[in-house]
């Protein structure tokens, strides 16, 4: 193939994998700071595709450059996730590999929380979310409530409420997280106590 075939390629790629995680162009807009137009026309080859601005598109997805721009596949086919540490407002670290690629949708995380004791520090911003406990004892506070979640246990909530969570007892916690925007509330059903 040569460079004008793979270049007229890549529209419909980058359409398709925006529709594949249902992100609209203005959501892809927002998050890459790129027109909504440009994207439009990048999608429809009427805009050549540029590093500039592939680059934030395949951020934005979280997905390799290559997969933009139809580079043929080599090696091995296992997903490789690669965690990120992340400094919180208290100061220690925690441990983020992301498990979905849809940006403006909804979000799941694994989190490793360190087991070293910090001084809470209560948060809020938009959005809802769902917290299960794979390994360890969290301790999240929310609103006036100070809850220990177990391993196999799980919490959702507001994110409007102000919330902080850690370890509860000075040893690392695994945590599954599933975050979305307003209004995407997530349920369990649990067996009625009898």
Do not use: N
């Amino acid at each position: 193939m040569d460079l004008a075939d793979t270049l007229a390629e890549v529209g419909p790629r980058l359409k398709r994998v925006r529709t594949e995680r249902g992100v609209t162009l203005t959501e892809l807009a927002r998050v890459t700071g790129i027109s909504k137009s440009t994207l439009s026309r990048l999608e429809s080859g009427l805009r050549k595709p540029s590093l500039e601005l592939l680059l934030p598109i395949a951020q934005a997805h979280q997905v390799p450059l290559d997969e933009l721009v139809g580079a043929p596949e080599v090696g091995d086919p296992r997903v490789r996730i690669a965690p990120r540490r992340v400094k919180q407002r208290d100061g220690s670290y925690i441990t983020i590999l992301p498990l979905t690629k849809q940006p403006g949708g909804l979000q799941a995380y694994k989190m490793i929380l360190p087991g070293e004791r910090c001084e809470p520090k209560m948060v809020t911003h938009e959005g809802y979310e769902w917290l299960y406990v794979l390994s360890g004892q969290l301790r999240m506070l929310l609103a006036d409530k100070d809850v220990v979640l177990k391993t196999g246990e799980a919490a959702e909530f507001d994110t409007r409420l102000p919330h902080w969570f850690g370890s509860a007892d000075r040893r690392p916690v695994e945590i599954l997280s599933l975050f979305g925007k307003q209004g995407e509330k997530m349920h369990i059903r649990a067996r009625p106590k009898q």
